[in-house]
């Protein structure tokens, strides 16, 4: 059975209803991450007992702060794919709910992980914040090779193969570095959380080469 589509002249409007309701999930997701958050109540307070019901609170400060890098991470690589999309259908509108889906999670598991994050000895918590990223990452790499398939025809112009690559790298070093992090935590727990820090180092830097790469490739291809 064809699907209904909207005259053409409204196309642009409906691509941007779909971008600002995926704002809106992303807006309540990362606010949604703070509220796990307790001001310690102390009976007879105290600088030093105030101190160290926040140094209590250190690695559930961490988790927000990585949660709240991961929200915005994938708010920026979603807002780059829909920078592409000139057209969509109804399949695209549900891959991006899928996406959404993952995404509002994540407040959950980042609570979750929050709530039993001086527990250092228990592995649940934090697999389960690990699944949820890879979800997460799943998801956007599945909306971003949909999109980008040519014969799709919904983006403004055609991109690269070398340049839906290094989309799918950006994707998947994420939850990498996460999967990685939970297995050094089986072993060594604190060491192990801390390994999501050197993500943005590697984001800004290690990557580099790649996008050199696919920038000359895709300006050879055009050459040609």
Request: hydrophobic share 50%; glycine share 6%.
């Amino acid at each position: 059975m064809a699907e209904a589509r909207h005259d053409r002249s409204k196309m642009h409007y409906q691509l941007d209803r779909i971008s600002f309701f995926s704002d809106g999930v992303f807006a309540i997701a990362i606010t949604l991450l703070i509220i796990e958050f307790k001001v310690p109540v102390l009976e007879n307070p105290s600088d030093a007992l105030l101190w160290n019901s926040l140094s209590h609170m250190s690695l559930q400060f961490l988790g927000f702060l990585i949660s709240f890098a991961i929200v915005g991470y994938y708010w920026s690589v979603h807002h780059r794919i829909f920078g592409y999309v000139d057209d969509y259908n109804t399949r695209l509108i549900w891959l991006n709910l899928f996406f959404l889906f993952s995404v509002v999670l994540l407040p959950f598991s980042s609570g979750l992980l929050g709530e039993y994050s001086s527990e250092t000895e228990l592995h649940i918590p934090y697999g389960v914040y690990v699944l949820n990223i890879l979800l997460v990452a799943t998801m956007n790499g599945i909306l971003w090779l949909y999109v980008s398939e040519p014969k799709r025809k919904l983006l403004t112009h055609q991109i690269s193969p070398e340049r839906i690559r290094l989309g799918l790298y950006f994707t998947f070093v994420v939850p990498s570095f996460f999967i990685l992090s939970y297995l050094v935590s089986l072993w060594l727990p604190v060491v192990g959380r801390l390994i999501p820090a050197v993500i943005p180092v590697f984001l800004k830097y290690g990557l580099k080469g790649l996008a050199r790469r696919a920038m000359q490739q895709e300006e050879a291809r055009r050459s040609s």
